[in-house]
């Protein structure tokens, strides 16, 4: 099972004909090497694609050559979706370390409406993204550089995990000193000094690239962060539910198994 159609399942329980859409999403995965510009703003938004493998990062450039990183992506995510409305894409797309992308025509998209649950399931990951990325910016907004840097640690190994289950408490810091400098807002210069900062209170360890998360609890209390993972609502799913099954009944929607699926819900 690839890493999106996982990263969903471990939450939800889908029906076959839900699974095979999801991984014929990243069914055909290319590589792409450290650096490597995956699609370029302006360029036509034709595909979006499901990051498998590696990180990747969206960011902005502009006229006189400087950027900004807009986000960073983990295995599990979808890429170049906010651009799925428009004739271009509206961002840079880089590798920020060697990765597996899976690209599919955006118009394959259109099939959700034929399945009502899963379009409902895509939208609740869709504003989930969407508040993660309004925290972060609250976070640039309102807080220090070491509680910037505490939020960004904490919020790579909890996105990390969400995709991962063997991720536990470390992983390796793909991104340079100048690339978080420029995800939590302040020059190399700083970034360097209150990283070395927030080694020395201990919460956080670091050997050569790779990061532990020592005091996982007391970091995510310094920068303030709320994980957002565990707070899905499903009870309003149940409507999408009955709709899925009048379509089914109506011979409007494939259902493979000839069974109801079971209602949404979180696997424990």
């Known amino acids: 099972m690839g890493a999106f159609a996982e990263r969903v399942t471990r939450r939800f329980r889908l029906d076959p004909a839900e699974i095979a859409y999801l991984e014929k999403l990243e069914g055909r995965p290319v590589p792409v090497r450290r650096g490597q510009t995956i699609v370029e703003e302006g360029d036509p938004a034709d595909r979006a694609f499901v990051l498998t493998s590696g990180w990747v990062l969206s960011g902005t450039r502009f006229p006189d050559g400087s950027n900004q990183i807009r986000r960073l992506h983990f295995p599990g995510d979808l890429l170049a979706m906010p651009s799925v409305p428009m004739r271009h894409h509206?961002?840079?797309?880089?590798?920020?370390?060697?990765?597996?992308?899976?690209?599919?025509?955006?118009?394959?998209?259109?099939?959700?409406?034929?399945?009502?649950?899963?379009?409902?399931?895509?939208?609740?990951?869709?504003?989930?993204?969407?508040?993660?990325?309004?925290?972060?910016?609250?976070?640039?907004?309102?807080?220090?550089?070491?509680?910037?840097?505490?939020?960004?640690?904490?919020?790579?190994?909890?996105?990390?995990?969400?995709?991962?289950?063997?991720?536990?408490?470390?992983?390796?810091?793909?991104?340079?000193?100048?690339?978080?400098?420029?995800?939590?807002?302040?020059?190399?210069?700083?970034?360097?000094?209150?990283?070395?900062?927030?080694?020395?209170?201990?919460?956080?360890?670091?050997?050569?690239?790779?990061?532990?998360?020592?005091?996982?609890?007391?970091?995510?209390?310094?920068?303030?962060?709320?994980?957002?993972?565990?707070?899905?609502?499903?009870?309003?799913?149940?409507g999408v539910e009955d709709e899925s099954e009048r379509r089914r009944a109506a011979g409007t929607a494939p259902d493979p198994s000839g069974k109801r699926a079971p209602t949404p819900r979180v696997l424990t």
């Not at 700083?190 to 998360?213: D, F, K, N, P, Y």
């Open 90 to 238: 509206a961002e840079d797309l880089e590798a920020v370390s060697d990765a597996l992308v899976a690209p599919f025509p955006k118009a394959v998209l259109g099939e959700l409406f034929g399945m009502p649950r899963l379009a409902a399931i895509m939208y609740m990951f869709a504003q989930a993204e969407r508040i993660t990325a309004g925290d972060r910016l609250a976070s640039i907004g309102h807080n220090c550089a070491k509680k910037r840097l505490a939020f960004l640690l904490v919020d790579i190994l909890h996105r990390l995990r969400s995709a991962d289950t063997s991720v536990t408490n470390s992983y390796y810091m793909h991104l340079t000193r100048e690339q978080m400098a420029h995800v939590i807002g302040v020059t190399p210069v700083h970034a360097s000094r209150t990283w070395t900062a927030l080694l020395a209170e201990g919460m956080v360890r670091c050997e050569g690239r790779m990061v532990t998360i020592v005091d996982e609890r007391q970091l995510a209390r310094r920068g303030y962060y709320f994980d957002r993972d565990g707070d899905f609502d499903f009870d309003w799913l149940s």
